[in-house]
């Protein structure tokens, strides 16, 4: 038994969206009022504690805890919001829970009881930058042939045709999520599901992934031929037209807070179709990242990939919009997932293992290898070849040298650099 969940795009009328976005409205409106008093508290008790107040004598702290903030909502809510009785109560309650987890989630990382990067203090959410979404728990959650179901909004039709196991029931529905992205609406529904375990097609075999930006990736193995996967670049080629789009929203009479200025029509269609080319670029990475990690996760046992570092290289203003376009983050993630659903196993390299410098022949490992070379040429050995295929061979090796070694620090990877053969490697949770 798992959990799963089935995102379809939602075909609304006109009314409807307008009452998916109160229902979005009231989540923030929840959200605001809690991280207000919760704030509002904390600095009371600063400024006590600045004057030299004891503390057993300073403004009684508040519990941060969903239940406290859901009871103290339901005493206030007829004060803050009189329309409250117009949405559904779960719309409050996701506004609530999202506010408890992020206060959790701040109060751990400060005493280091949170791994990863530190995490601010909550801020208020805006209604022109905010994320419109609401999360319902409880109430008549369905889907039925073209429609879903959601509490007090009723029947609203489906983009595309469902799943067929959202429609006989044979899974059960534990929560439905509206969110707006992209210009239209979507709903997703987390089920509790038994999925049975797909068969690799090569179980024993291994694969080394290594990710670029001039191709894709390139897949190496031990017994077969190299395979390079080229970068489609689908940013690259839309924007000759986001140029020129760009530059029609420019001449027409944009919004304007500070004079108060409201956007013209002819600017909202410039703005609507620009948009629309950069959902397209959108979908069309999402669809060809996933069909190379189903093609990846279903034909060999054991993947191996690299442990980048992403946001660092981001920002590098000369790589940024090529690195950005290529989704390093999101076929890393992928393939977790998959690679667990078709009973293989996913292997991480250390951050530091020098796949690059280390010649795949004879083991010797460069000082310094230059991103302009693109081809690897060993001093010792004589070994020349391709940049890439020569990383993705020296990843496919690791994981025949290495077997079941662990990490030791919490990010699960070690900054030491170590030489190839006693190189750790980390296992993604739930993986075999």
Request: glycine residues 8%; contains cysteine.
């Amino acid at each position: 038994m798992t959990l799963r969940a089935y995102k379809y795009a939602l075909n609304p009328t006109p009314r409807q969206a307008r009452y998916l976005d109160g229902h979005c409205g009231a989540a923030r409106k929840a959200f605001n009022w809690g991280l207000g008093r919760v704030k509002a508290v904390m600095d009371q008790r600063a400024a006590e504690g600045s004057y030299g107040i004891p503390h057993q004598l300073q403004t009684p702290a508040i519990s941060w805890s969903m239940y406290s903030l859901r009871k103290a909502w339901n005493h206030a809510k007829a004060d803050v919001a009189p329309w409250w009785a117009e949405y559904s109560k779960e719309a409050y309650a996701s506004g609530l829970t999202q506010l408890a987890a992020a206060l959790k989630n701040w109060h751990d990382s400060r005493r280091g009881m949170r791994a990863g990067r530190a995490v601010g203090f909550p801020r208020f959410k805006s209604k022109r930058t905010a994320v419109r979404s609401c999360r319902f728990t409880t109430g008549a959650i369905g889907c039925d042939d073209r429609y879903a179901v959601l509490p007090r909004i009723g029947r609203i039709r489906l983009h595309e045709t469902p799943a067929p196991e959202l429609v006989d029931g044979s899974v059960r529905i534990t929560a439905a999520t509206i969110r707006f992205e992209r210009g239209r609406w979507f709903v997703s529904f987390t089920v509790e599901q038994v999925i049975s375990t797909r068969a690799v097609k090569h179980p024993d075999a291994v694969v080394g992934v290594d990710l670029g930006v001039k191709n894709l990736a390139m897949l190496a193995a031990p017994d077969i031929e190299p395979q390079a996967v080229q970068n489609p670049k689908h940013l690259d080629t839309s924007m000759r037209k986001l140029g020129r789009l760009s530059r029609r929203v420019s001449r027409r009479r944009g919004p304007d807070r500070r004079t108060g200025r409201v956007a013209s029509n002819r600017w909202k269609r410039a703005s609507s179709q620009r948009n629309r080319v950069h959902h397209r670029v959108w979908y069309q990475r999402a669809d060809a990242l996933h069909k190379l990690t189903t093609a990846i996760a279903a034909e060999y046992g054991i993947v191996v990939v690299e442990d980048l570092n992403v946001a660092g290289m981001l920002k590098n203003k000369r790589l940024a919009r090529r690195l950005g376009d290529v989704g390093f983050g999101e076929i890393r993630r992928q393939l977790a997932y998959k690679t667990r659903w078709n009973g293989g196993r996913l292997v991480v390299a250390d951050r530091w293992f020098p796949s690059s410098k280390t010649c795949s022949g004879c083991g010797a490992v460069k000082a310094k290898l230059l991103l302009s070379e693109r081809e690897y040429k060993c001093e010792f050995c004589g070994l020349i070849m391709d940049r890439d295929e020569n990383a993705a061979r020296n990843l496919a090796a690791l994981a025949v040298a290495v077997s079941g070694t662990e990490t030791s620090n919490g990010r699960g990877a070690d900054q030491k650099t170590r030489l190839t053969g006693q190189v750790a490697v980390k296992r993604l949770p739930g993986s075999p």
